[in-house]
Structure formats: structure tokens, C-alpha cells
């Protein structure tokens, strides 16, 4: 019987930015210990060669979950109500994501065939409020890079707001969703414009 452990290794490109996601995911974790299940499981990660070490996350994307018509009523519903603890988990802990996507969201299935979703990509989150997690040089070619991030479901170009993002998404999951979750609907809303963070246009002309 092979009990190997199946592990995914993610180094952080040209940025750095492994130590950073580690740090942010564990921060996340710890300060908002009930969506530890819905996040990344961080084993190691190493500052001097830039890697993380994480367990591989069995699962098909969410994108293709919804493209391929895979989720039933119910797994839908267990789906939303899982994005909205983790939207308020982020606001709780003053981190904006800044790539909310379906394509960054794995869907699982545990014992009880139920889904359950994890949030990955953390490598371009900002700790707001705070420089502990800085902005990456802002040079042309990164500020093209950054623009990218959301997949044109944040509000506008080199701007950020995960409650705009999460309400964008669940509205491709389910689109009676706000006739479905009226309340969850209007709190989302609420929610739109108190966690954002936009690069200033004077920065990114330099």
C-alpha cells in the first residue's frame, strides 16, 4: 500500500512573493481560526529559495464547475454560504485577496460527498491598513501584471474590492442569487467599497 503523501510545491516567480502568501494564508488562519478549512494547508515554506510546501488540494476549479454544469442545488448553496464566511473572514482580518476569480477557487468533495471550497493564490493579498505586506514595485511591466489580477471582475482596472469580486462571482455560480439569498445579498453590498485598495493613477503614470 503506497502511503506517499501528495504535496504541491509553488515557488514565487520573479516577486518573491512565496514567504508573503505563507505569511498571509497563516495569518489568516490564526487570527480567523474557523475558515482554516477553507484555505490552503501551508507545511513549509523557505525565505533563502522562495518555495512553499503545501498538501495538494484534490478538486476541479470552480470556473470549471460552472462551465461544465458539475454542481447540483445543493452543492450551490453550501458553495455560497461557504464564500460569504470567507468573504467576512478577509474583511475581518483587514486582508484584501486582489484576485478573486472562480479560477482560484478549488472545489472538493470530503467523506460525505458535500463540497467544500479553497480559496488558493494569495501571492498579491495586501494586509491593509498596515505596510507588514508591501506593494511590489510598481514599474510598467508590473503595474500590466497587476491590472490582470480579478479577471475583470473587480471594479475597474488597478482597483480592488473582494466584496465586488465575491458578488461578481457568486452571480456565475448562481444567477438567482439574489433572489435566492436576499439577505446575504444586501450584506455583500454593504460590504462593497469598505475594503478596497486602488493603486493611485499618478503612482502608476511615473
Known amino acids: 500500500m503506497n502511503n506517499r503523501k501528495k504535496l504541491f510545491i509553488k515557488t514565487g516567480g520573479n516577486f518573491n512573493l512565496a ?98 471550497i479553497i480559496l488558493i493564490d494569495f501571492a498579491f493579498a495586501l494586509l491593509l491598513k498596515t505596510d507588514e505586506f508591501y506593494e511590489i514595485l510598481l514599474s510598467p511591466k508590473n503595474i500590466k501584471l497587476l491590472s490582470k489580477l480579478g479577471d475583470n471582475l473587480n471594479p475597474k482596472s488597478l482597483t480592488w474590492d473582494d466584496a465586488y469580486s465575491f458578488l461578481m462571482t457568486l452571480k456565475r455560480i448562481d444567477v438567482s442569487f439574489k433572489k435566492k439569498h436576499p439577505e446575504m445579498w444586501k450584506n455583500i453590498n454593504n460590504m462593497i467599497n469598505k475594503f478596497a485598495y486602488t493603486i493611485p493613477i499618478s503612482t502608476g503614470s511615473k
Open 19 to 116: 514567504e508573503r502568501e505563507a505569511k498571509i494564508i497563516r495569518k489568516l488562519t490564526h487570527e480567523v481560526e474557523i475558515i482554516s478549512d477553507f484555505l490552503p494547508n501551508i507545511l513549509f515554506y523557505s525565505i533563502e529559495r522562495d518555495f512553499i510546501i503545501m498538501d495538494y488540494i484534490e478538486g476541479n476549479m470552480l470556473d470549471e464547475c460552472i462551465n461544465s454544469n458539475l454542481l447540483s442545488d445543493e452543492d450551490k448553496k453550501l458553495i455560497i454560504n461557504q464564500m460569504y464566511l470567507l468573504l467576512c473572514s478577509l474583511n475581518k482580518a483587514n486582508i484584501i485577496h486582489r484576485d478573486i476569480r472562480p479560477e482560484n477557487f478549488i472545489v472538493t468533495r470530503g467523506s460525505n460527498n458535500n463540497v467544500k
